[in-house]
């Protein structure tokens, strides 16, 4: 069954940083991009980056280049998305997916909430 | 970047309604458009992929169709199950989605 399976909820003050995990099961993990897309409540879906597991190429979305770093552990088959400089508004659902064949999302993780208050 | 727009925003049906909802994108993006669905607080899933084609184990109640930048995900009779938030998505350049369709029972 493949799957990826998140780390757990974060609650984090104004201007710290808070690092997601994103672990793939039951397929290579070096063979598909992971994005992250994060959702704040009552919004929808805001693509924020994706990190290529073979070689670490990364791409950032314009709205969060600065403060967005993604990363992988190939021996773990984890991706990690780490954010600074929080603000309130950054409060919402954060989930990794697989970008899979047929250029979709075909495999999202479950979210992580990332809680920003002071 | 390539914007999508759904519409509408919301919509109101019973069961055993047809609904029809409609994602435009503001320049050409060939077949690269994908449905999801989406329930309250939890992750999207992939219903079609490539304009039309239904992902395995989707409903076949559920279909799209389209072409170059007008696309539409129709749902022939509505189940209990059904409503939910659905969103489009283009993967013919940097990936973007819509802004979602919230289908709300009447």
């Known amino acids: 069954q493949v799957l990826l399976i998140q780390s757990g909820a974060e609650v984090k003050k104004p201007g710290a940083s808070v690092k997601v995990s994103c672990k793939a099961s039951g397929y290579t993990f070096t063979d598909y991009y992971i994005y992250w897309v994060r959702q704040a409540p009552g919004h929808g879906l805001e693509w924020m980056g994706w990190i290529n597991p073979q070689d670490g190429g990364i791409k950032y979305a314009q709205n969060f280049r600065g403060r967005v770093t993604m990363t992988r552990d190939t021996s773990l088959s984890t991706a990690y998305m780490e954010l600074s400089g929080l603000r309130s508004d950054d409060t919402a659902l954060y989930f990794c997916?697989?970008?899979?064949?047929?250029?979709?999302?075909?495999?999202w993780g479950p979210g992580t909430v990332i809680t920003v208050s002071s | 970047d390539i914007q999508m727009t759904q519409s509408p925003s919301s919509l109101s049906a019973s069961v055993g309604d047809r609904v029809t909802i409609t994602c435009r994108a503001n320049?050409?993006?060939?077949?690269?458009l994908n449905w999801y669905q989406q329930k309250a607080g939890k992750a999207p899933k992939l219903l079609i992929y490539s304009v039309s084609s239904l992902r395995s184990g989707v409903p076949s109640r559920f279909s799209g169709s389209g072409s170059g930048t007008d696309f539409t995900l129709t749902i022939s009779s509505l189940q209990p199950e059904d409503f939910a938030t659905y969103y489009c998505?283009?993967?013919?350049?940097?990936?973007?989605f819509g802004q979602g369709t919230r289908l709300e029972i009447k």
């Open positions: 997916v697989r970008y899979g064949d047929y250029f979709s999302f075909d495999v």
């Open positions: 998505q283009q993967s013919y350049s940097t990936p973007g």
């Open positions: 320049q050409y993006i060939s077949n690269y």
